[in-house]
């Protein structure tokens, strides 16, 4: 006769599962209940990730393309630095019209000296008069690109002293008068300088649109060459490929300096003390912004 008394389990007849209550379907719209040990959901109406988990990559182009510099803003900020860093600007700016008149000037006369200078006129004693002879062409034109070539030469080092201290005041270091004449990079500002005036004279020759469209795409040279001591050849094509990259604020502040010199001509050229540094601070501004750098309030 059989033992029916029922006994404790102990593991070796495991008791078979009950009846399960199914699991109800999760409303429309909401998320599937996640498996074990997975993350929750994200909160409803939330913004999926994009394939991948990763962000968008940046657009193509060297320097991003950043459309977004505001020109104006620029201009503005210019105006705001020039009049906080005023004295060390207006003296510096005198230094050079003073230095650059006297250059030039001296260079002019050793010029004429040499090339420009007529033969006397004289009178005989019979009351014959012999008229002197002008310089010829070939005289004439070699002593003009003489004198263009050190009116290169000095603008050049006014421009990339003034480029130097538009950086410093960017960066928000201190500026002081002699910021203004110190240079790092001396030979390649004069070199990216004559190349640039050379590029441009042939565009301006070839009935004078390609020379507006070579001071356009060349108009930051001289900043990677005093920011970052860039050679003149990679500066020029790296100001060419920040300009192409940006077209957009590069035309307006382009359009903006030319605009600002041209006020400031108006009055007598005094303007100008005024216009084109605050014209060559925006200038400034825009370079960093489009290269993706800051810039000091």
Do not use: H
């Not at 803003?73 to 005023?86: A, H, I, Q, V, Y």
């Amino acid at each position: 006769m059989s033992d029916t008394t029922p006994r404790p389990d102990d593991g070796s007849n495991p008791v078979p599962p009950g009846p399960q209550e199914p699991t109800p379907p999760a409303p429309e719209g909401a998320y599937p209940p996640p498996p074990a040990g997975a993350y929750p959901p994200p909160p409803a109406g939330a913004t999926p990730p994009p394939p991948g988990g990763y962000p968008p990559p940046p657009a193509p182009g060297g320097y991003g393309g950043d459309q977004s510099v505001d020109v104006v803003e620029g201009f503005k900020w210019g105006w705001k630095k020039f009049t906080e860093n005023l004295s060390p600007i207006l003296i510096a700016i005198v230094a050079y019209v003073v230095g650059s008149i006297v250059v030039i000037g001296i260079w002019y006369f050793v010029i004429a000296g040499l090339f420009l200078r007529t033969s006397e006129t004289t009178i005989d004693d019979d009351g014959n008069i012999t008229f002197g002879s002008g310089p010829g062409f070939a005289a004439v034109l070699l002593s003009t690109a003489l004198i263009s070539v050190v009116a290169v030469l000095v603008l050049s080092i006014v421009q990339a002293g003034f480029v130097q201290g538009a950086l410093r005041i960017s960066r928000g270091e201190a500026l002081t008068v002699d910021t203004f004449f110190k240079f790092k990079n001396l030979p390649a500002v004069i070199l990216a300088s004559l190349l640039v005036a050379v590029l441009t004279a042939v565009g301006y020759a070839l009935c004078y649109l390609p020379g507006i469209v070579v001071a356009f795409f060349a108009q930051f040279t001289l900043y990677y060459v005093v920011d970052r001591g860039s050679g003149a050849v990679d500066a020029l094509k790296a100001s060419f490929q920040l300009v192409r990259d940006n077209i957009v604020p590069a035309l307006l502040i382009f359009l903006g300096v030319a605009l600002a010199s041209a006020v400031g001509g108006l009055v007598c050229g005094v303007g100008t003390l005024v216009t084109l540094p605050v014209a060559l601070l925006a200038q400034t501004y825009v370079y960093r912004r489009l290269n993706r750098e800051p810039v000091v309030p």
